[in-house]
């Protein structure tokens, strides 16, 4: 095979956000069940994992690599499309030991370059609460949603969203059928710095693969019946769908590895946040500069769901209105009864397609309920067949989801204020540089006054960057009793101990 270089999926900054971003949301994934029977075993395992760590003293303890090594291996004998040629991984501690000292450098980037031709690297980190290496490793896989067999180079990109670069580049390198080899380490980084935000304490995962996958021009693996195309070398040996040589070892055997002088520092108490928050502030007197109080949230409005979910399982909350459907669904799109409006019973992603709200790429789209229609007909639209139904049920229709820009100095109250039933805001596109807006106000934290700038209440939560600005969604909500200010990323919010009167609202990333 002709090899050409690997493509690198460090430059894109959008392919590694995924690897920050971990998603707590169910994921769409290709076939969801088989995996969550596989994360379920871990999930047990990760309550542990905090534990065992705070003893072990090494970069990386000896349970940690059984979780990443064990997990690598589940996976890979689980692809979709099956694989025909996918290699059973090993643990490499030459692979373990680069990986290590990558890790202690704490620079979010791949290295060392000089071994970036001979190696694949897939990196995370994290901050705040403490997760296991699993949670990396799951999230590196949980970019299939953006992978279709077999274009390693075109993730599917979701566009105009996502259109800067491949975000499943971790997935490939995962499940590449030819690295056979791994070796990771963890390290805690202080002050380290993630695209210009300075994370007081990160948590660095660090894994090295060989030989390196992400080859230009070809997929991760050959389709087919598991180990029908096994390397020779494998001498006809095949263990859960994984090339297998018989009598091989999981583990090379360590080199006299001398006990390594770093101790890895007492973990600081777990501070306990709402569980969906995925915001993350440092601690500021850790921070050299207490006063940036830098935050970051990935939190997302838009439910992730996956081909067939109905919209009636899905979520019965009033603000459960804008969807993000996975690419694919035309081969299963589910059960769709109705046309233009639909059954509560139908499946979300394929009544979108069915309304041509999305394509088989995927994509958002917003619902909104309808309330009892008396009968539901049925049509051939968009390549989906939908049902008809003569009962009396509760209905919605789609829509795309509209994107809107707006100005620094924009309102919700102005621009989508809060109103029941429930409506929809527009997606939005903030411009840059709105903290030198001077006029734009912001009123609260995390619930903010519908009185204040959008933008620049995006910035303050830490869902776009005064740099760069970009997309959010918006979620409009009733009134709060109260909106508390606070400082951060640049901008000191205000407070109203007693509004009077005006809504209330919440800033969500779009990513
Ligand atoms: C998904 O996995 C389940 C459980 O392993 C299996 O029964 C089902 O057939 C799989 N579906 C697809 C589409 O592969
Ligand atoms: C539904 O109602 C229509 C007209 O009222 C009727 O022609 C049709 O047979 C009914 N379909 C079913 C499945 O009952
Ligand atoms: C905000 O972003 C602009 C670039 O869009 C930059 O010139 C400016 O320095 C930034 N302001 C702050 C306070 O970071």
Redesign the pocket.
Known sequence: MRRSRPFPDWLPAVGLVLCLVQSALATALTNSSRLESILDKYRHQDEKWWKARSRGRRAISEGDKHLILEMHNKLRGQVYPPASNMEHMVWDYELERSAEHWAHTCRWEHGPSHMLTQIGQNLGAHWGRDRPPTYHVQAWYDEVRYYSYPYSQECNPHCPFRCSGPVCTHYTQLVWATSNRIGCAINICYNMNVWGMIWAKAVYLVCNYSPPGNWWGHAPYKYGSPCSACPASYAGGCRNNLCYKDGGMDWRPAPEIEETNYIEPDPEPVRDREPQSRAQAPNPSSNDNGERNQVTSTDQMSQQVECETKLRDRCKGTTCNRYECPPGCLERPGRVVGTDYYDMQSSVCGAALHAGVIDNDGGWLDVTRLGRKQ?FTKSYKNGVQSF???RSANSFKVKSVPVKAVRCDTTVSLFCPFKKPVRHCPRLYCPRSCLHDGQARVFGTNYYSDKSSICKAAIHAGVIQNESGGYLDVMPVDKRQQYSGSHQNGVSSESIPNPTGGKAFKVFAVI
């Open positions: 009968y008809g139904k003569n």
